[in-house]
């Protein structure tokens, strides 16, 4: 994984702006009776619960090895990153869009309108400066990719959720702020139900990506692409090395494993083939830290 970015910080700019946009969406939906509104609250329970379960995960994969798991804890926060994406998708997605269908049922008039919005406007405004902080941490390791192809290379869950739950949220509030207005100016209640059914459609969307995306490094991925095509022209470059035959890696949270088969530059002395490989280890280790384990096999054939 790419050490730059302070995922950490991302996770808590995320989980301060949540609990302070929880707290006046409920008292906005209280006061209006907006179905947008409520499904907008229940969004940032769901997304300050998830924060604090990835604050939870970060922690656990830290842990040390022990004898039960000898390579660590460090893929413990993929499964707590596919929990999230799991509780955004049925808490918070599939609750919006049964309150959008039984609002289209029962439609029923907001009151207040106004304060939804200036509620739905200090929302958005919050919302964005958790996605700055995010996106500021996610430039340091984007290494000018875009974000979509960063979104699909990115071994770091806990950022790719973080990102996610933001456009998300800022995407909901944009069309829940739509649908109050509509309804104010129509005087019709079936966009503010509406409105409540897209916002419960956008998250199953978002949550099946993130969750499609925490799937496959559960199941198990090598280091990004860039860094694995550095790691072998770093190899490559070795005078040590005459061939490389192959390369596996292995993403573990922040930690990797790498196992190397090559064949040595010839000597007459198995010592100095030897010392070769533990010259290229200690170099390799020092150029790549976050390879915790590295595997060197000399070979002459593939």
């Known amino acids: 994984m790419s050490h730059g970015a302070d995922t950490t910080k991302s996770i808590l700019f995320a989980l301060v702006a949540n609990f302070l946009i929880a707290i006046a969406k409920f008292v906005a939906a209280y006061i209006t009776k907006s179905g947008s509104m409520l499904a907008e609250a229940i969004h940032s329970v769901v997304d300050t619960s998830n924060q604090v379960l990835l604050l939870m995960g970060l922690k656990h994969s830290k842990m040390p090895p022990t004898d039960e798991h000898p390579l660590g804890h460090g893929k413990s926060i993929y499964f707590w990153s596919f929990i999230v994406a799991l509780i955004l998708f049925s808490l918070g997605g599939v609750y919006a869009i049964y309150e959008g269908i039984h609002k289209m049922q029962n439609p029923q008039p907001i009151n207040a309108p106004l304060i939804a919005i200036g509620v739905l406007v200090f929302s958005i405004v919050a919302e964005g400066f958790s996605l700055w902080g995010c996106i500021r941490e996610i430039n340091k390791v984007r290494y000018n990719r875009s974000f979509s192809k960063w979104f699909r290379e990115s071994r770091q869950s806990e950022l790719l959720v973080v990102f996610g739950e ?36 956008l998250l199953v969307i978002i949550a099946i990506f993130l969750g499609k995306e925490v799937k496959d490094l559960l199941i198990g991925q090598g280091v990004e692409p860039h860094i694995r095509q550095e790691m072998m022209d770093t190899l490559t470059a070795n005078n040590k090395i005459e061939k490389i035959f192959n390369l596996l890696s292995l993403q573990m949270g922040d930690d990797v494993m790498v196992a190397i088969k090559a064949k040595m530059v010839e000597t007459n002395s198995a010592t100095k083939i030897i010392d070769d490989i533990n010259e290229c280890e200690v170099e390799f280790k020092l150029k790549y830290p976050q390879v915790k384990w590295l595997f060197f096999e000399p070979d002459n054939k593939d």
């Open 166 to 201: 933001d456009i998300a949220a800022i995407s909901g509030l944009v069309f829940a702020l739509i649908a109050i207005i509509l309804t104010m100016v129509t005087g019709d209640p079936i966009y503010d139900a509406i409105g409540t059914l897209v916002i419960g459609i």
